[in-house]
C-alpha cells in the first residue's frame, strides 16, 4: 500500500467514525435502546480475513470501544 493511499485510507475511516458516532448519537437520543441493541449482536461480529490475520474477538474490542465511546459522549 503507498503512502498516500494508506493517509486516504486513514482519513475516510476518521470520518465514516465521525459520520457513524453522531448518526448514533442522534438516533439513541431519539430512540432509547439502540446502543443496548447493536451490542447485543456483536457475538455476530466476526473479522472476514482468511489468513493469519483473522481475530474475530479483536474485531468486537473496536465495536465495545467505539459504542462505550458513543454512551459516554452522548448528545453534544
Known sequence: MTDETATNARRREIAVEHILFKLIEYVEDRHPGLLDFV?????????????????????????????????RQGMD
Open 39 to 71: 451490542e447485543g449482536s456483536l457475538d455476530h461480529l466476526g473479522d472476514p480475513a482468511r489468513d493469519g490475520t483473522k481475530d474475530d474477538e479483536a474485531v468486537r474490542a473496536i465495536a465495545r470501544r467505539m459504542l462505550d465511546g458513543a454512551r
